[in-house]
């Protein structure tokens, strides 16, 4: 078994969506998978998709904006996996509205899973890629950041995860660890048909008005995403560290 088969990752809101598909690349690739997700049930699908095809995975339950869930999940991973030295994440939340409507509540309810939550996750994973030599940390981020009506919480926070990230990367980048972006453009996935529905619109044709604003001609999948992701968790990516890599489909100005 190569070094790359012996790690241990964990992705976090890895039931359903780009998670779930993350967890399932990552599996592939040679990795055991801790997927990661409030309801602990819900894992369960992605989990037997993974130990059907051979590999090793464990569902954890684990609320990632609450810091002593997030400090019992990570030992539990350590103790029945292995140290984990790939984290992936995820985990997120849409509470869109415009700013006159949006509440204090729909503010720190996208901040704490999103932004906490990756501090909190960073945090307790770090010291086993410290003691390991070795640590791949990739953040979701989005190309909301660069600002999209309705969704000045999730804008901000995906723009703070931009910001958080390149500092874990000059932070952390002496201990062999990475820490790296992705930010998906329109993906097809539960909170995508969140927002069609928010703004009035069947998804189908949501997705068609997405499509033809995009270069290649096509909205993304969760397998699109996850593959970027793949490429920043492998031993080859150890040379690049601190990038937002923008999987949209083309260029966004």
Known sequence: MSTTEQRVAIVT???????AATALRLAADGRAVAVLDLDE???ADTVEQITKAGGRALAVGCDVSD????EAAVA???????????????AGVLRDN?????????WDTVMGVHLKGAFLMSRAVQKHMVDAKFGRIVNLSSSSALGNRGQANYAAAKAGLQGFTKTLA??????????????PGFVVTEMTAQTAERVGMG??????AAASQIPVQRVGRPEDIANAIAFFTGEA?????????????GPLN
Request: charged share 15%; hydrophobic share 55%.
């Open 13 to 19: 809101g890895a039931a359903r969506g780009i998670g």
């Open 41 to 43: 049930a819900a894992c």
């Open 67 to 70: 810091e002593a869930q997030v």
């Open 76 to 90: 539990r991973v350590a103790a029945e996996l292995g140290a984990p030295t790939v984290l992936v994440n995820n």
């Open 98 to 106: 415009l700013l006159f409507k949006m509440s204090a509540l729909d």
């Open 170 to 183: 000059k932070e952390l980048g002496k201990f062999g660890v990475t820490a790296n972006a992705v930010a």
């Open 203 to 208: 998804f189908e044709d949501f997705q068609a």
């Open 237 to 249: 990516a150890g040379f690049v560290s601190g990038q937002v890599l923008y999987v949209a489909g």
